[in-house]
Nanobody
């Protein structure tokens, strides 16, 4: 099991930027694919972005493509989500997730693909 803690959320105006961070508790995190999801009020949780264990492949939801960037620093046990050109519809609680798949070479986009989840961080974009 990997404990995950998100941070970096907050209130930002439309067009602004935020960088979310996800800290993992285990150094073995570096071998696992990671993902970001979000859940807006009254809606189901949805996929945002994913990255392979070594960062050589990423995958994005169409709604965030070209605005958001997922990255990781395995030496620091960290995953990041850089969010630019934010829109009010990006308002949600953002979660990072880990798939306990050693050297997983695929960027997974389904919730059921992931084993461990963080508690989430709130992002609010005002118009």
């Amino acid at each position: 099991q990997v404990q995950l803690v998100e941070s970096g959320g907050g209130l930002v105006q439309a067009g602004g930027s935020l960088r979310l961070s996800c800290a993992a508790s285990r150094h073995t995190f570096r071998w696992y694919p990671m993902g970001w999801f979000r859940q807006a009020p009254g809606k189901e949780r949805e996929f945002v972005a994913a990255i392979t264990w070594n960062g050589d492949s990423t995958y994005y939801a169409d709604s965030v493509k070209a605005r958001f960037t997922i990255s990781r620093d395995n030496a620091k046990n960290m995953v990041y989500l850089q969010m630019n050109s934010l829109k009010p519809e990006d308002t949600a609680v953002y979660y990072c997730a880990a798939r306990l798949d050693y050297r997983g070479s695929y960027a997974y986009s389904a919730e059921y693909d992931y084993n461990d989840w963080g508690q989430g961080t709130q992002v609010t974009v005002s118009s």
